[in-house]
Every structure is written in structure tokens, then in C-alpha cells.
């Protein structure tokens, strides 16, 4: 990953865009054979490695690789679930950086998406950009004047673009406001999801903030109303909510803090969500100066906590006591030097 | 029309449709009931198939229309949510009109950016009727910053924009 300091750590965790398109002269995926799927899969793979999107890039054929390996790219947040439970034929071009995913037969034919650290959507957003750029000179995306770009579901079509963020609302959970943010998101067309995208829980108060509205704008617009308008007020929402806690009893915050730090480097076993409640509490405590812990330790520990990132990292299969065990050894380590 | 069987009138007319193929099968009514098929309430015939036909075509109309790329109903676009193919939307453009804009929100057309090898002198001046229509209505609202962003978007469009070969791929 990129060694650019990120912006707005504290909240953002990531900044991903992602553009839906579909080919033209071929039907969407919910009505195309086998056949049909596999041809796609073949004409594009050729496309997305040829057409000098990126530095490096990497094909996997989804079909091919097993299901641990699958997941460990839903956990790196470079496939969805979706495509990654999928029965389609199906794969996914990735850069050396792991900065740009390419998926082929997610919902729509491809989506691109580029993804950074804190909150940099402008650098995501341009990668997509000349991604598509690119990619046009060699496939004909299904257009239409009217409408735009053409998408498997309405709520795609036109610009196809999602811009989202991955924001970390401690504060806001616990201060009781998360009903009011997820009432102004809804008035705002935003969608509010969980940790893994559509359908996925929220796990260690992180959640997944994305513009619903993707027609009667130019993608530039867009853009300009999450990054000037939606992404500042809320970032400022969370960063009241911490001081609020700081202010109104700092006793109880280091205790919650410091209980969480110390239940993480004592525990011999953990669960996924509870060993993500307690980092977010540390995370908490390290963004109000309480503790001293890099923050991108914590925000990579989110992630080698995950079930299939345990199994790489002891490179075998685990049964469910193991995979706790693991789990609660690997977070030990991470923060036995912390203050 | 006579039973299949024999020279009396058929009172029972039985369509079945398998693998694309019809079958009709027309019987009297001793050899209907001879081949078991039941006549409920001892209904005339010509009512049952009158039914029958009745039935088809009220499927026809009522959403069954299909799309001549993939085969989809709109019936079937409406309870899935999804599209079946590019063509979906030229051969139910009125009702999906509908749909996109309950999903959008309200917003009915597009007015982002086109892909390159669209980029055609009537594009560019459809573009430019909108960002005209959005300047006037930015400098009615005296939103000065945004007028000025668009004037400069316009200033693009007609300035910027190089003219596509008419004909060939574009090797960019």
C-alpha cells in the first residue's frame, strides 16, 4: 500500500469509488447462460491485462482459487461477497498495490473500483476515472442517451459511480447519536452499511458511508456534495462525539479504553466481533491521546484478525477453538509494547 | 369442429404447450369423459376454452410483453429489480421510466460523461443546452461559485472537445 500519510485517520479508515458497467451486445448477468458467463470472463481478462492500467496487474480466475483464498480478498476489501459466493463463472484483475480492483460478473459485468487510505477520495476517484478511460478504447460499454450507463439494477444507472467511505464511530455509538446520522443519511440518499458492504453487520463501529443518487449528476458533482458537504459534517459529528466523552467524564473513557487494552493482552481466546469492539475502543483512546499505538497497526490488525487472514498467517486450517486461540496470540503480540 | 375420434361435435378442446411445441386435443363428450378429463360444473365447452383463450391473452397484455435481447418480461424486471440487458431498456423504456426514477430519487436523465466514442457534435450540443438551462438557473438563484463552475464546463465542452473520426475504432 501507498506510504502517503493519510488524511483524517482518526474517522476514515478508507476511501473507496467504484464505476458499474456492463458490455453491450451481451446480456446482464442475471440473463446470460454459462456459456455467456465464461465468454465474458475470457474477452475481459484479456482487456484488463493488456490495457496498462496499472503498474502490476494481477489475474485471478475466482473459479479456480478455493474458497479460503476467495475470502481473504472479501477481507482485504478487494472483491465483495457477492462475487465471492457467486456461482457465475467469474474473476478479478488487481493491481500490485492492491490500490485498483477490477471484478468481472460481480452484479454487473465489471466494476472497477479504486480504493486508499483515510479520506482521499480524489485520488480514488481519478484512478477509476482513467481506468475507464482506458478500458473504453477497447470495450463497448452499454450506453444509452437517455440514461447513461447501463446497469444490471436501477440504482446504478447513469453515472454507475459510488463513492464511499469506511468511517470509524465510536463516539457516536456510544454517545446514543448513530439514529440521527443513519436519519440524515437517509435524507441525504446515503446508504449506511456494515463492515463487508451491502448486507454485512456493522463490526467494531465501523461502518461503510456511499451516495445512493448515481443519475441527474455529472460524477464530478457528486463527488463534490460527498466531499465538501457530507464526508466534513460527519467527520466533525464523530470528533464532537469524542470530545463530548472526553469532557463529560475522562475517568470513565481511560477506564473503558484501558479495560479494553488489557482484556485484548490478557485474553487467550477471542471471537471476531469482540476482538474488533475492543480495538475500536483502543483506536478510541489512541485518536483522544489516552493511549499511544500507531494507527495504522490497529487498522491492519483489523484485518489479520479476520478468520482467513488467521489461516494464512499460520498457514493451515484451523478448527473454531484454534482459530480463537490464534486470533487472541496475534493481538497479544501486536500490543504487548503498548503504554 | 368434430372430436379427434369420432364424427360428433368436440365439446372439450385441450391446448398443451411442452418444449415449444402445441399440442391440441378436441373430444366429444362421451370420449372426453372416456379419457377422463373432467368438465367442471358441467361447463359448455366453448366457455372453458373461451376461458382458456381469454386467459392467454390477458397474460400477453398485462406485463408479458418479453424483450427481444434476452427474453425478459418487465413483470419479471419489476419483482427482481433487475435488468436483463441494454435492450430491456428500449423495449420497456415508458415503465422502467418509472422505476429509475422511484431509484433515483427523482432524477430521470443522465448528465455525466459519455464514453469517448460517443462524443458526437449533437452530444455535445445536448450537453450544452443543459449546462446552459443549469447556468441560467444558477445566476436566477445567484449562486455566483456555481455559475462560474459551470460556465467553465461549457467553455470545455465547446472548446476543448476534439472531433471524433467519423467512422473506425478508436485507438485513443
Request: with cysteine; glycine share 14%; proline share 5%.
Given at each position: 500500500m501507498d506510504e502517503i500519510t493519510p488524511r483524517d485517520p482518526d474517522v476514515v479508515l478508507s476511501s473507496r469509488v467504484r464505476l458499474a458497467r456492463n458490455l453491450s451486445g451481451h446480456p446482464f448477468l442475471n440473463r446470460a447462460s454459462e456459456t455467456q458467463c465464461a465468454q465474458i470472463v475470457r474477452s475481459t481478462q484479456h482487456v484488463l491485462l493488456n490495457a496498462s492500467v496499472a503498474e502490476k496487474i494481477i489475474w485471478i480466475d475466482l473459479d479456480e482459487i478455493n474458497a479460503h483464498d476467495r475470502s481473504l480478498l472479501v477481507e482485504r476489501h478487494l472483491i465483495s461477497k457477492n462475487l465471492a459466493e457467486s456461482t457465475l463463472h467469474r474473476g478479478v484483475a488487481i493491481s500490485g498495490d492492491e490500490q485498483l480492483s477490477i471484478m468481472v460478473?460481480?452484479?454487473?459485468?465489471l466494476r472497477i473500483q479504486a480504493l486508499r487510505g483515510g479520506s482521499d477520495i480524489d485520488a480514488a476517484f481519478q484512478q477509476v476515472r482513467e481506468t475507464d478511460l482506458k478500458l473504453e478504447q477497447q470495450l463497448d460499454f452499454a450506453f444509452s442517451?437517455?440514461?447513461g450507463y447501463l446497469a444490471v439494477?436501477?440504482?446504478?444507472?447513469?453515472?454507475?459511480i459510488r463513492f464511499s467511505i469506511m468511517v470509524h464511530l465510536p463516539g457516536l455509538r456510544i454517545t446514543n447519536e448513530l439514529g440521527k446520522v443513519r436519519r440524515a443519511a437517509k435524507e441525504l440518499h446515503l446508504a449506511v452499511r456494515g463492515y463487508y458492504g451491502e448486507g454485512s453487520e456493522s463490526l467494531g463501529n465501523i461502518f461503510q458511508i456511499s451516495n445512493?443518487?448515481?443519475?441527474?449528476?455529472t460524477e464530478e458533482d457528486i463527488r463534490d456534495i460527498f466531499t465538501e458537504r457530507i464526508m466534513p459534517a460527519l467527520i466533525d459529528y464523530e470528533r464532537s462525539a469524542r470530545q463530548v466523552l472526553l469532557k463529560r467524564n475522562p475517568t470513565l473513557l481511560d477506564d473503558r479504553v484501558h479495560r479494553a487494552l488489557n482484556i485484548l493482552r490478557s485474553a487467550r481466546l477471542l471471537k471476531v466481533d469482540e476482538a474488533m469492539k475492543l480495538i475500536s475502543r483502543v483506536r478510541l483512546g489512541v485518536c483522544l491521546d489516552r493511549l499511544r499505538v500507531p494507527l495504522h497497526q490497529l487498522d491492519d490488525l483489523f484485518i489479520q484478525i479476520q478468520p482467513a487472514h488467521l489461516r494464512q498467517h499460520v498457514n493451515c486450517s484451523l478448527n473454531e477453538e484454534e482459530e480463537l486461540e490464534i486470533r487472541a496470540s496475534l493481538v497479544r503480540e501486536v500490543l504487548k509494547d503498548v503504554d | 369442429m368434430k372430436c379427434d375420434l369420432c364424427n360428433k361435435p368436440a365439446v372439450v378442446h385441450e391446448v398443451t404447450i411442452s418444449g415449444g411445441t402445441k399440442k391440441e386435443v378436441h373430444l366429444c363428450l362421451e370420449h372426453a369423459q372416456a379419457a377422463g378429463i373432467a368438465i367442471p360444473g358441467q361447463q359448455p365447452a366453448n366457455k372453458l376454452l373461451s376461458k382458456f383463450v381469454i386467459g392467454n391473452k390477458k397474460g400477453e397484455t398485462a406485463g408479458h410483453q418479453r424483450c427481444g435481447g434476452c427474453g425478459s418480461t418487465f413483470g419479471q424486471i419489476k419483482q427482481t429489480n433487475l435488468i436483463g440487458c441494454a435492450e430491456c431498456y428500449r423495449a420497456f423504456e415508458d415503465q422502467l421510466s418509472q422505476l429509475i426514477e422511484q431509484s433515483q430519487f427523482g432524477h430521470r436523465e443522465h448528465v455525466g460523461r459519455i464514453p469517448r466514442k460517443m462524443h458526437t457534435p449533437s452530444h455535445n450540443e445536448i450537453r450544452a443546452r443543459k449546462l446552459m438551462r443549469e447556468l441560467d438557473a444558477a445566476v436566477t438563484a445567484e449562486q455566483y461559485e456555481r455559475a462560474a463552475e459551470l460556465r467553465d464546463r461549457l467553455n470545455e465542452l465547446t472548446t476543448n472537445v476534439e472531433p471524433e473520426p467519423e467512422s473506425g475504432p478508436d485507438d485513443g
Open positions: 460478473n460481480e452484479e454487473d459485468h442517451d437517455r440514461w439494477c436501477p440504482t446504478n444507472v447513469g453515472t454507475g445512493q443518487v448515481t443519475l441527474g449528476s | -
